[in-house]
């Protein structure tokens, strides 16, 4: 986050405080929902193994996206894939 309030000449709280006001969500709650969309994406289109998914929506470890997902979809990564999985043609 101080990255990118630097880019745009902020200091972090303003910066948290201003994307807030315009988007309704603090960054670290926006970032997390955006990395989720892309794991549940990734989990309904493709047969990647979990810790790649992980890897690639940008979480550190397999377990950590886990706990994440669970907490925001209400169910863990492998239950959401055997529910939603639709295969590529």
């Known amino acids: 986050m101080e990255h990118l309030a630097a880019l745009v000449h902020m200091s972090s709280s303003h ?8 988007t309704g969500h603090p960054p670290h709650v926006y970032l997390t929902t955006e990395r989720l969309k892309l794991a549940r994406s990734m989990l309904s289109e493709g047969s990647l193994p979990l810790i790649d998914v992980a890897a690639r929506a940008g979480f550190q470890t397999q377990q950590h996206f886990t706990e994440v997902f669970h907490r925001y979809s209400g169910c863990t990564p492998r239950a959401f894939r055997l529910a939603h999985y639709r295969p590529t043609v």
């Open 15 to 22: 910066f948290a405080r201003s994307f807030k006001n315009a």
